[in-house]
């Protein structure tokens, strides 16, 4: 997908972009953190079919949501998303893991691998922006986010 900015002094930026069905969306970021998204069915159409205006935080709830921080839509142990160096994944906690049954502040995960554990989904509940003293559970899956190397250096850490 081919995404085209656009400053816009004073406002903020705009972001369009065309979907697979050729329906054209506009979100525009203003510098008060507010967003505006714009859907338009048909190229030529000067006024949109449908609008949305999103506070900062209404907007960043809704980014975690299409990222998929408290819903795994698919049975893969694994989900990863790109994004340049950045890499989103899912890994279990094994059973005889060394972090097993540990708080994450006491895992030292961030200094042992680099990695932040971004959310942990535990059977059917998702705990998102976990606290350092939550306890780390055999067969946990952590949702973390690091480069190739951390990420891989936490898997071997849910192994071991």
């Known amino acids: 997908m081919q995404i085209k900015t656009t400053e816009l002094p004073g406002i903020g930026k705009r972001y369009s972009f065309k979907t697979v069905n050729d329906e054209q969306v506009t979100v525009i970021l203003h510098h008060n953190g507010s967003r505006e998204i714009y859907h338009f069915d048909k190229d030529e159409e000067d006024d949109p079919d449908f609008t949305l205006s999103l506070t900062d ?6 980014g975690t949501i299409l990222l998929g921080v408290d819903y795994q839509p698919v049975t893969d142990d694994r989900v ?9 994944e899912w890994l279990r906690v094994e059973p005889d893991s060394c972090i097993a049954n540990q708080k994450i502040i006491d ?3 961030r200094s042992r ?3 932040t554990i971004i959310g942990i989904q535990r059977g059917e509940t998702m705990i998102g922006s976990p606290d350092v003293n939550e306890v780390i559970l055999p067969g946990d899956m952590l949702m973390v986010i690091g480069n190739r190397e951390q990420t891989k250096n936490l898997d071997n850490l849910c192994k071991l």
């Open 113 to 115: 691998t680099g990695t």
């Open 107 to 109: 895992s030292q995960i």
């Open 57 to 62: 935080e209404e907007a960043r709830q809704l």
């Open 80 to 88: 990863e998303l790109f994004l340049k160096t950045v890499r989103l």
